[in-house]
């Protein structure tokens, strides 16, 4: 089993920026790739950045390619994605996804806000 749970949303300018954390529980959570999605009022979620157990390997939507950055930290149980340059597209609700295989994300955050004004 793995719990996760998201913070560092919030109200941002464009051009400012986030870092949001997911920390984690449970005893299998190094053995997981993560994954960071979100989903906008009206439009299908999008996945947009992952990460492999190992955190040598990395994944990112051409949405948020350049901008966003994507981390982890085993040993506390912690994934971040650092987002830069952050436009007002960027607005919606971002979730972290524990990969249990290959495209099968079991495990799942309640999600944080991210608003990015004009």
């Known amino acids: 089993q793995v719990q996760l749970a998201e913070s560092g949303g919030g109200l941002v300018q464009a051009g400012g920026s986030l870092r949001l954390s997911c920390a984690g529980s449970?005893?299998?959570?190094?053995?997981?790739?993560m994954n960071w999605f979100r989903q906008a009022p009206g439009k299908e979620r999008e996945h947009i950045a992952g990460?492999?157990?190992?955190?040598?390997?990395?994944f990112y939507a051409d949405s948020v390619k350049g901008r966003f950055t994507i981390s982890r930290d085993n040993a506390k149980k912690m994934v971040y994605l650092q987002m830069n340059n952050l436009e007002p597209e960027d607005t919606a609700v971002y979730y972290c996804?524990?990969?249990?295989?290959?495209?099968?994300?079991?495990?799942w955050g309640p999600g944080t806000q991210v608003t990015v004004s004009s």
């Open positions: 990460v492999s157990w190992t955190g040598r390997s990395t």
């Open positions: 449970g005893s299998m959570f190094s053995s997981y790739g």
């Open positions: 996804a524990a990969e249990v295989q290959a495209y099968r994300y079991d495990y």
